[in-house]
């Protein structure tokens, strides 16, 4: 289903700040919302890896920039 190039998709984003692709014909799943238009799949994919260039999850990126606890 994610590898039909024949279809639209959207790019998502969850709480956690990781991006996927989802079916723009199918209704997005608890949690994600769509980060703009529905586009062809590489297109997608394109942005993706243009935006998304820390693949921690946000909460672990927060957790890590803390100062140590002494």
Not at 13 to 34: F, K, M, T, V
Not at 43 to 63: G, N, Q, V, Y
Request: proline content about 10%.
């Amino acid at each position: 289903m994610f590898d039909d190039e024949t279809i639209e998709y959207f790019v998502v984003i969850n709480d956690e700040e990781q991006y996927s692709i989802w079916p723009a014909h199918r209704d997005l799943p608890a949690g994600w919302h769509a980060t703009g238009p529905a586009r062809p799949r590489q297109d997608c994919l394109r942005h993706i890896e243009e935006e998304w260039t820390d693949m921690r999850p946000k909460s672990l990126r927060l957790a890590m920039d803390q100062p140590p606890v002494s």
